[in-house]
């Protein structure tokens, strides 16, 4: 499943005096098409970044190490069955994309996915698998270094895709506003956002739904977090 395909400008907003909702949570799991979908990762995550110098993969790593850590969850050195089960590549041309070696036969319709990443002028997009329980079980993220990203720094962009890959947020999340924020000039992680990471990994809760009642209880958690 593909997350997002679009634009992300970069620009974190003031702090959200916004309090969490019900309504307001289950937006965040709720698709464009009007279908809620929810899954949070199953498995340990294990990291590997193309594309970078060695003090990017570092901020990067750590941003995800950080995210991580924030929502109770575990990484690990590899992965059993893939190896890398997140693997985060930045670029400069989506058709480097078609270099990659083997990834045509992680990604079903590569060629065909460029060429809507080009025609659609898009500077990220994310990809999700699943395991039979709907739990995540990989994740592979694209970030095109177009002129708006470039201007970002790196500890505010490799945050912002920490953010976006821990759980499966809705197609439609954070195209009005970001999931972080500023506070002296640094970019954060606004608080409502970081109470439903660390809700959506609670033991009680499964690991992937479908149903809208699912986002009621991630509310009445994340509300008791903020």
Same mark, same amino acid.
């Given at each position: 499943?593909?997350?997002?395909?679009?634009?992300?400008?970069?620009?974190?907003?003031?702090?959200?005096?916004?309090?969490? @909702? =019900?309504?307001?949570?289950?937006?965040?799991? @709720?698709?464009?098409?009007?279908?809620?979908?929810?899954?949070?990762?199953?498995?340990?995550?294990?990291?590997?970044?193309? +594309?970078?110098?060695?003090?990017?993969?570092? @901020?990067?790593? +750590?941003?995800?190490?950080?995210?991580?850590?924030?929502?109770?969850?575990?990484?690990?050195?590899?992965?059993?069955?893939?190896?890398? &089960?997140?693997?985060?590549?930045?670029?400069?041309?989506? *058709?480097?994309?078609?270099?990659? =070696?083997?990834?045509?036969?992680?990604?079903? +319709?590569?060629?065909?996915?460029?060429?809507?990443?080009?025609?659609?002028?898009? &500077?990220?997009?994310?990809?999700?698998?699943?395991?039979?329980?709907?739990?995540?079980?990989?994740?592979?993220?694209?970030?095109?270094?177009?002129?708006?990203?470039?201007?970002?720094?790196?500890?505010?962009?490799?945050?912002?895709?920490?953010?976006?890959?821990?759980?499966?947020?809705?197609?439609?999340?954070?195209?009005?506003?970001?999931?972080? *924020?500023?506070?002296?000039?640094?970019?954060?992680?606004?608080?409502?956002?970081?109470?439903?990471?660390?809700?959506?990994?609670?033991?009680?809760?499964?690991?992937?739904?479908?149903?809208?009642?699912? +986002?009621?209880?991630?509310?009445?958690?994340?509300?008791?977090?903020?």
């Amino acid at each position: 499943m593909a997350l997002w395909l679009g634009r992300f400008a970069g620009r974190a907003g003031q702090m959200s005096a916004d309090e969490i @909702t =019900p309504e307001g949570i289950t937006a965040l799991f @709720t698709r464009g098409a009007g279908d809620y979908l929810f899954a949070r990762w199953g498995r340990p995550i294990v990291p590997v970044v193309f +594309g970078v110098d060695d003090a990017t993969l570092a @901020t990067v790593k +750590g941003a995800i190490e950080a995210v991580v850590a924030l929502a109770g969850h575990r990484m690990a050195g590899t992965d059993p069955e893939l190896g890398a &089960n997140l693997m985060v590549f930045f670029l400069r041309d989506w *058709a480097e994309l078609l270099e990659v =070696p083997n990834l045509g036969r992680l990604l079903d +319709g590569l060629e065909p996915l460029v060429a809507r990443l080009q025609a659609a002028d898009a &500077n990220q997009y994310r990809v999700f698998r699943f395991d039979a329980a709907g739990a995540i079980r990989a994740a592979f993220v694209f970030v095109r270094m177009d002129d708006a990203l470039r201007e970002v720094p790196a500890a505010t962009l490799a945050l912002s895709q920490a953010v976006q890959v821990i759980v499966l947020w809705s197609d439609a999340a954070f195209r009005g506003a970001s999931p972080l *924020a500023l506070v002296e000039g640094v970019a954060v992680l606004r608080p409502e956002i970081a109470a439903v990471i660390r809700a959506a990994y609670d033991p009680v809760l499964p690991a992937a739904s479908r149903e809208p009642g699912h +986002g009621l209880r991630l509310a009445a958690r994340a509300g008791r977090l903020i």
